[in-house]
C-alpha cells in the first residue's frame, strides 16, 4: 500500500479542502526507475530514479485549475501548497461556456494484480549479467545495443466529491536488444516485456535472434518494388499501425471536430475487415491492466471496433463536457488495447506459407498521419523485415516506406493468427507509464501500398 | 546556492574520485516551472502549472557512466552512491572506454535575454493576449479555433569534478494558434503559426507582443478559406521551396538528427534509430550542394541556447556543414574519443557543447542546439519564386516519417502554393513530400538572403532512453529543391 505518511498527507490536505469548499481530485504518481542502455555491446548507461509527482485539479463552478510537483512530497504544507495554487489558478481562470466534469472515484479499490517484488529486486548486476550472457552468445563480429528499463509505479487518487480512493502498484519492464552487422548494415531485434522477473531470458532472445540470422547471414538486402503487393505484418507493426488507428479514428474530440477518418460514419458502419475487432479491456491477462482511470472512472471492456464495424469513440472528461457525452473511462496516458485474435494457424511459418510471395514487416519505425481525414499513414520498415519467396523467408528487406490508409490496410486483412502477443510501447517521457498493447502474431494484407524502398536497411 | 550544499557536493565528488571514478558532475534544478495554457474555441480548457526541483548525479567510473536522480535534497549522498553502483554494474560490461576529456573549469552564469519574466504576469494579463488573439480567428467559415502559450523557467546550479561551478536561468516562450474548418469533401483542414523570431531581441513575455505574434491571425485565417475549395495536391516531380515553417523540420529530422554523435556511434540504435553519418565521414562527405551551411549557432533568442552545457563545456558556435561539405557533428565530451577511434583519425578535436538534459531526473544525452542553415545569396522569396518555373511552396508541418537512419523522410503539410513560370498561384490541401536525405540536400539549388530567415522553436524534440523531451532552435532561410517527389499517388 501507498506510504501511509504519505496517504495520510494527502488525506488531510482532501479534508481541508472539504472544509474550504474547494472541488479538488487529488493524484499521486510514484516510480523507481531502473534502465541499462546498451551501445557497441557495453552497458553504455546505467540510471535510477526514485519520483514522485503531486497533481491537483480543481473544479469551481465553470473554471478549472490545476497544479503538479515533482519534488520531495514529505509535508501536509508542500501539499497544500499545490491545492492552493491550483485553487487560485481556477479562480483567477475565466469561466467556460460549458459546466466541467469533476473527477470522482467511482469505487473504492487498491491493486496489486500486477506487482511482482523479485521485478523491483532486479538490479543493473543482474541486468549486465542477462545483456552478457546473450551477447557471448553471439559472434563477436556482431554489436550490440539496447535497452532494458524496469521498475514500479504507483499511483494513488482521491477527490473531494466522495470518500473513496483509488490505489495501484505495478511493476514493469522492457527489454529490447538489438545485434547489427556493422559491414552489411542489417539490425536483428528481440524484445521481451513482461510485470514479472521471470518474463525475462537470455535464452530467448538468442534463440530469437539465432532463428533470422541464417537469412541475414546468407542473403543479400532486397529492394522491394513500388506499388501495391501482399504484406504480412508482424506484431510490433501491428501495434504501431493500432496505435495510429485509434490516434487518427477514435478519439471522441477528433471526431467531433471532423478531424477523424471515422468524422463521416455512424456506429455500425464497416471500417475495416469483418475478422477485425479492437477493443479496450483492462481484463485482458497480456496487458498492464488500468482497473481505473485518472478521473476516478472504472474502466471495463469498451469496443473500438467489432466485426469490422464502427463502435466506440474516446471521451475523456473535458471533451464529454464540451460536447455533452458521457465520459467513457479514457482519462489516462495509457490503455488496454487489444487487436482481437483470429482463426489463423499459429507460426509465422504458416502464415509464409498461406501468402506465397510477400513482404513480412514485424516492425514500423516513425508511423505518422499525413491525411488524418483519411486515415492515411506513413512509416518504414525496421529490425527483421523480409522478402517472402515460396512461403519462406528469402534475403532480408531494404527500408522499405508504406504509405497507404488504415482503412486499406486493416480491410485488406486475410488472415489473423489465432496467437496473440503482447507489445510494450510504454514510454517514460514525463513520467513511467508501462503499456502494453495485446495483438495477433501476424495478420496477412493482401495489398498495401508501398510508396518508397532505400538501398540500405 | 548556500556555502554548506556546496561543500557537500564537493565532498561527495571528493568520495565518489577516491572510490574509483575519474569524474562525476551534479545538477541542482532549485527551480523548473511550467505553464500552460489552452484556449480552445474561446474555452480556457487547459491551465496548469508544475513545478519541479531535485537533483541529477553522474559519475564516470572505469570508463562507464552511472547515473541516479532524486528530489530528496537531503540524500544527496545516497544519490551519488546509486549513481556510483549503476557505473559499477556498467563497467562489469565494458566497451570504449568513456572519458571526459581535458579538464574545462568554468565559472560563471548564462541568463536567457528576458524583460518580463511570463511567471510574474498575471494570468488575467495571459488569457486577455489569449482571446484578443481568438477574437481576430473568429470568422463564419472557422469552426474550431486554438490559442496555447506555453512558459518554461529553469534554474540550475552545475558543478564538476573539473571545478566547474555555473548557474543557468531559462525562460522560454512558446505560442502558437490554429483555425480547423471542413473543407468541401468534409474534411478538417487547419492553419496554425507557431511564435518565431529573428533570433534577436528579449525572449520574456514581451516578446510575444514584440514580435507582432497576434498579427498572423488575421493571415492564417485567410490562408485557411482558401484550403477550404483547394485541390489536393498532384502527385509528381517538381521544385519544392520551403518556407522556414517547414524548412525547420527538414533540418531537425534530417541534419540535426543524422549529426548526432551518440545516433552515429550506434548508441541510440534500440529507439530513436542511427544515422547514415559515420565517423570517418567527417571532414569527407558531401552532404549537400554548396550551398548548403549548417551550423550550430549560439541564437541570443532561443530555445537552443543556455550558456554551458550539461558535460560543463560552454556553448558555442561552429559550422557542421560548411559550403555542403560535413565537417562536424554534435556530440558530448564522452564520445569524442570513440569517434576519433571508429574513424581511424582524428576526425574531433573537442565536444561540441551538445550535451543536454531535459530534467533533474534524466542523464544529458547528445541533442540539438540552434541547428540553423546560414542565409544565402539568392535573394528574397520573390526572388526566389520569381526565378522558379514549376514548383511548389509548402509551410508548416502535418506529419513527418523519417528512416532509422535519417536516409529517407516523408512530409506532410498544411498548404501549399503552386509556382508556375515565376508566379505563386492557387494552393494546394493535402501536401506531402518526400525523398532520400543526400539526394534531397544535393538538390538544394536556392538559399534566400538574411530577410527570409527565421528562427523557429521546438518545444518538443523526443529521444533518448529515459525519455527526454528538448527545446531547440533552427534559424532557416527559405530554401528550394529541385526535384523532389511531391504529392500521393
Not at chain 1, 15 to 33: M, N, P, V, Y
Not at chain 1, 158 to 177: E, F, H, P, Q, W
Not at chain 1, 402 to 431: C, E, H, M, Q, W
Amino acid at each position: 500500500m501507498i506510504d501511509s505518511k504519505i496517504k495520510d498527507i494527502i488525506l488531510k490536505a482532501r479534508g481541508e479542502a472539504r472544509k474550504q469548499g474547494i472541488t479538488a481530485a487529488l493524484f499521486l504518481h510514484r516510480e523507481d526507475s531502473n534502465l541499462i542502455r546498451l551501445g557497441n555491446s557495453a552497458v553504455a548507461l546505467s540510471t535510477s530514479e526514485e519520483l514522485t509527482r503531486f497533481s491537483v485539479e480543481v473544479v469551481n463552478g465553470r473554471r478549472v485549475g490545476a497544479y503538479s510537483i515533482n519534488a520531495d512530497v514529505n509535508s501536509l504544507d508542500i501539499v497544500m501548497d499545490a491545492l492552493n495554487r491550483a485553487n487560485e489558478n481556477c479562480l483567477e481562470s475565466p469561466e467556460l461556456d460549458y459546466q466541467p466534469i469533476p473527477s470522482e472515484v467511482e469505487e473504492d479499490t487498491a491493486d496489486y494484480t500486477g506487482y511482482d517484488p523479485q521485478m523491483i529486486s532486479l538490479t543493473a548486476e543482474d541486468k549486465t549479467t542477462v545483456c552478457s550472457k546473450i551477447i557471448k552468445s553471439m559472434p563477436d563480429k556482431y554489436s550490440f545495443s539496447g535497452s532494458w528499463s524496469s521498475g514500479e509505479t504507483e499511483v494513488f487518487l482521491a477527490t473531494t466529491v466522495n470518500d473513496n480512493c483509488a490505489y495501484r502498484k505495478l511493476s514493469d519492464g522492457v527489454l529490447k536488444i538489438v545485434m547489427k552487422n556493422n559491414i552489411a548494415g542489417w539490425e536483428i531485434a528481440a524484445d521481451q516485456t513482461g510485470k514479472n522477473r521471470a518474463d525475462f531470458c537470455a535464452d530467448a532472445a538468442v534463440s530469437h535472434i539465432n532463428a533470422l540470422l541464417s537469412i541475414y547471414e546468407n542473403n543479400p538486402g532486397y529492394q522491394t518494388v513500388i506499388g501495391k503487393q501482399p504484406v504480412v505484418f508482424g506484431p510490433d507493426a501491428i501495434a504501431e499501425m493500432l496505435t495510429m488507428a485509434l490516434w487518427g479514428g477514435f478519439i471522441g474530440r477528433y471526431w467531433e471536430e471532423k478531424r477523424a477518418f471515422t468524422s463521416s460514419n455512424s456506429f455500425g458502419d464497416m471500417l475495416f475487415a469483418p475478422s477485425v475487432n479492437i477493443y479496450d479491456d483492462p481484463a485482458c491477462p497480456d496487458t498492464f491492466g488500468y482497473p481505473f482511470d485518472f478521473a476516478g472512472r472504472k474502466r471495463s471492456k469498451f469496443d473500438f471496433v467489432k466485426d469490422g464495424a464502427f463502435a466506440g469513440l474516446i471521451y475523456d472528461n473535458a471533451t464529454a463536457a464540451k460536447y455533452g457525452k458521457k465520459p467513457t473511462g479514457h482519462d489516462i496516458g495509457t490503455m488496454d488495447i487489444v487487436f482481437a485474435t483470429g482463426d489463423a494457424v499459429p507460426g509465422l511459418e504458416n502464415a509464409l506459407a498461406q501468402v506465397g510471395d510477400a513482404i513480412y514487416i514485424p516492425q514500423l519505425h516513425y508511423l505518422h498521419l499525413p491525411d488524418p481525414t483519411r486515415g492515411q499513414i506513413t512509416g518504414s520498415s525496421r529490425f527483421n523485415a523480409m522478402r517472402v519467396v515460396g512461403g519462406k523467408f528469402a534475403a532480408p528487406l531494404l527500408s522499405t516506406r508504406v504509405t497507404d490508409t488504415i482503412l486499406n490496410i486493416f480491410g485488406s486483412i486475410t488472415a489473423i493468427s489465432a496467437k496473440s502477443v503482447p507489445i510494450n510501447i510504454s514510454s517514460t517521457y514525463g513520467r513511467r507509464s508501462p503499456e502494453v498493447i495485446s495483438v495477433p502474431e501476424y495478420i496477412i494484407c493482401s495489398e498495401v501500398r508501398i510508396s518508397d524502398v532505400a538501398d540500405s536497411f | 546556492m548556500n556555502n554548506e550544499m556546496t561543500g557537500e557536493i564537493r565532498r561527495q565528488f571528493d568520495r565518489v574520485l577516491a572510490a574509483g571514478c575519474s569524474w562525476a558532475d551534479i545538477r541542482i534544478y532549485i527551480e523548473d516551472a511550467t505553464e500552460s495554457l489552452y484556449l480552445d474555441d474561446g474555452n480556457l480548457e487547459g491551465n496548469s502549472a508544475s513545478l519541479s526541483s531535485g537533483m541529477g548525479v553522474r559519475v564516470l567510473y572505469r570508463g562507464a557512466w552511472g547515473f541516479a536522480a532524486t528530489a530528496k535534497m537531503e540524500n544527496m549522498a545516497e544519490c551519488f552512491n546509486r549513481a556510483l553502483n549503476n557505473a559499477r554494474a556498467a563497467a562489469e560490461l565494458p566497451g570504449f572506454p568513456k572519458d571526459s576529456g581535458d579538464v574545462v573549469k568554468v565559472a560563471g552564469k548564462y541568463e536567457s535575454p528576458v524583460v518580463t519574466d511570463p511567471f510574474t504576469v498575471k494570468l488575467k494579463e495571459k488569457t486577455d493576449f489569449m482571446r484578443a488573439i481568438d477574437a481576430k480567428l473568429q470568422n463564419e467559415h472557422i469552426e474550431h479555433r486554438t490559442v496555447s502559450l506555453y512558459f518554461q523557467k529553469r534554474i540550475v546550479h552545475y558543478f564538476n569534478t573539473d571545478g566547474t561551478e555555473y548557474q543557468r536561468k531559462i525562460i522560454n516562450n512558446f505560442a502558437d494558434m490554429s483555425v480547423m474548418a471542413a473543407d468541401d469533401e468534409g474534411r478538417t483542414q487547419q492553419r496554425s503559426c507557431e511564435l518565431a523570431g529573428n533570433g534577436k531581441g528579449t525572449r520574456g513575455f514581451e516578446w510575444l507582443a514584440d514580435s507582432n505574434f497576434a498579427g498572423n491571425a488575421d493571415r492564417i485565417n485567410a490562408e485557411l478559406a482558401e484550403l477550404l475549395t483547394a485541390p489536393k495536391l498532384p502527385a509528381g516531380k517538381r521544385s519544392v521551396i520551403l518556407l522556414p515553417g517547414q524548412g525547420f523540420l527538414q533540418v531537425h529530422e534530417t541534419i540535426g538528427h543524422a549529426l548526432e554523435l551518440d545516433r552515429i556511434l550506434g548508441y541510440e540504435l534500440s529507439f530513436a534509430g542511427g544515422s547514415h553519418v559515420k565517423p570517418d565521414m567527417i571532414g569527407k562527405l558531401s552532404f549537400g550542394s554548396e550551398k548548403l551551411n549548417a551550423y550550430a549557432g549560439f541564437t541570443s533568442n532561443s530555445p537552443g541556447t543556455f550558456g554551458l552545457d550539461d558535460d560543463g563545456i560552454p556553448q558555442s558556435e561552429y559550422p557542421l556543414i560548411k559550403n555542403g561539405l560535413l565537417v562536424n557533428v554534435l556530440s558530448c565530451r564522452g564520445d569524442i574519443k570513440e569517434a576519433n577511434h571508429v574513424a581511424g583519425r582524428d576526425v574531433m578535436k573537442s565536444s561540441g557543447g551538445a550535451s543536454r538534459s531535459c530534467a533533474f531526473y534524466r542523464p544529458p544525452i547528445d541533442r540539438m542546439t540552434n541547428i540553423n542553415v546560414a542565409p544565402g545569396n539568392d535573394g528574397t522569396l520573390d526572388d526566389i519564386i520569381a526565378a522558379t518555373e514549376d514548383g511548389i511552396i509548402m509551410d508548416v508541418p502535418v506529419s513527418w516519417s523519417i528512416g532509422s537512419n535519417r536516409e529517407h523522410f516523408h512530409f506532410g503539410c498544411e498548404i501549399a502554393w503552386e509556382v508556375k513560370n515565376g508566379v505563386k498561384g492557387k494552393v494546394f490541401k493535402n501536401s506531402t513530400y518526400h525523398g532520400h536525405s543526400l539526394p534531397f540536400w544535393h538538390n538544394l539549388d536556392k538559399v534566400g538572403d538574411i530577410t527570409t530567415w527565421k528562427l523557429q522553436q521546438v518545444a518538443n524534440c523526443g529521444k533518448g532512453e529515459p525519455n527526454q523531451i528538448m527545446e531547440v532552435g533552427h534559424g532557416i532561410p527559405v530554401m528550394r529543391f529541385a526535384d523532389v517527389d511531391t504529392g500521393e499517388e
